[in-house]
């Protein structure tokens, strides 16, 4: 199985990571999409937090090589929605000190790539699920849609975009409590830190379930 690296990936995502897909190392960066956005539900309902990136939109960017953009203070601006978001969930005060530190103006990884690889080691740790990241090691170029799922492909798979997303026959998407669940309909697959704060302990086994529900 293929993916693509994630910014706080969803639920589907770490199901793929959990079943051991590789991660795309050699692919170029593509704008509006996971690699640098993530879902997460707020007061307002859901909400993207994006990470800006350096990139030239004339140019092709090898996904190793995009930078973060730190003209704008996005550390503090996604920590502020965690925490208004998720203040009052169940298990916040838990995970959150675990997770404030990569929203310290202090940590500034360069690249896209190594925060989102230092966020999803992280989180498998907290899931409890084992890290077993995998990367490849040449470029592979995508299967057509209709055969993408067939394929093991969920490189573009898992996208908020409509027009990309496919069945996914090997996903149930879990239903479990959320935070605003009194007057906001559940939202499915949102970023995994919805589920984490939500389910805590409990997350790991549920991303687990919903791998296992279709196989």
């Known amino acids: 199985m293929l993916v693509t690296t994630a910014y706080l990936g969803n639920i589907q ?13 050699y692919e170029n960066f593509q704008k ?8 997460v539900m707020t ?4 909400r993207t937090l994006s990470v800006p990136v350096e990139w030239d939109h004339r140019a092709k960017m090898p996904i190793r ?5 730190y003209k704008l203070p996005w550390q503090r601006e996604h920590w502020r929605t965690l925490q208004a978001a998720y203040s009052a969930a ?6 959150a000190e675990k997770l ?24 498998l740790e907290l899931f409890g699920l084992p890290d077993t990241l995998r990367f490849t090691e040449a470029y592979r ?19 908020h975009k409509p027009r990309l997303k496919r069945p996914d026959p090997t996903f149930s998407a879990p239903e479990y409590y959320q935070v605003f669940a009194d007057r906001i309909p559940f939202a499915p697959n949102l970023s995994a830190v919805d589920l984490l704060f939500c389910e805590g302990p409990g997350a790991g ?6 791998v296992a529900a279709r196989e």
């Open 205 to 210: 086994r549920i991303i687990r379930e919903s």
């Open 43 to 46: 007061a307002a309902g859901v």
């Open 13 to 25: 995502y770490f199901g793929k990571l959990a079943a051991g897909a590789r991660i795309e190392a």
């Open 32 to 39: 509006q999409t996971y690699r640098n956005r993530a879902e």
């Open 141 to 159: 170029p995508p299967v057509p849609p209709d055969e993408a799922v067939r394929a093991g492909d969920f490189r573009e798979v898992i996208s």
């Open 65 to 69: 090589a995009v930078r973060i953009d």
């Open 100 to 123: 404030a530190p990569f929203y310290d103006s202090a940590y500034r990884p360069q690249t896209l790539w190594q925060l989102n690889e230092a966020l999803t080691r992280l989180l």
């Open 90 to 95: 169940p298990y916040f005060d838990h995970y």
